[in-house]
């Protein structure tokens, strides 16, 4: 195995060791006071990316749901309750799923902003040519290494991203902003996804995995009536 798949294998293994932990850091969040004493630990989670667009939707519901079911917890995509085709939901449109789905709260994912940071610089190269020199009256070819600068560009495509948990009675009970780095839009949708539920199980929003040969509790169903988170792009 050559040296390079060795450090793409070290690699791998090094970030399967941190799991979704490691996307969780780059999320300051925000617990309501009325839920701090009383953690909600939901079990039942509507995962939502509905204003984004729908590849980065997709990779970001799908990065939500994986992490909730990892847990051996119950995830809901947004896409089969809110189809693109049907347009974005409204805030009651979403309390209405919660209540009617018996689903313990919404973990609700957006994106403030997105652009390509390019970063210029110079590196060294070193080149390497061969010359004849005369040593002792013989010629002889020896090998010269000549350093010099070139410029170089790099494109790193970043986006902020903000998430909010509402629960069925209607008040927003969590709520985290980050910015992540990635090489694509739509790798970096799935990485805010997947940081945002892994951040809501640190701060006892939802559920962490049972220990192991334990039975996890029932689902326990959410309760009504109440206010709400409005997002960007909702009505």
Known sequence: MSLRMLVVAW???LLAACGPEMYARHYTSFVDPAY??????ARTVLVMAPTLGLARRQAAEQAMAEVLRDAGLVAVSGLDV??????TPTNEDVLIELRGRGLDGAVLLWNTDERVVVTRGTRTVTDTE???VLVNGRPTQIRVERRREVPYTTETPTAKYSASFMVPSGPTMWTAEATFTGPTFEA??????TGAVAKLQQDGV???????????????????GGGGLVLPGLN
């Not at 701090?36 to 630990?41: E, I, T, W």
């Not at 809110?82 to 347009?87: E, K, L």
């Not at 970096?188 to 996804?193: P, V």
Request: proline share 23%.
């Open 11 to 13: 690699f791998a293994l």
């Open 206 to 224: 939802v559920a962490t995995p049972p220990p192991a040969g334990a039975t996890p509790p029932p689902a326990r169903p959410g309760t009504g």
């Open 36 to 41: 701090r004493a009383r953690p909600l630990a």
């Open 130 to 132: 061969t010359q004849t």
């Open 82 to 87: 809110f189809p693109p085709t049907r347009g």
């Open 188 to 193: 970096i949708a799935g990485d805010a996804g």
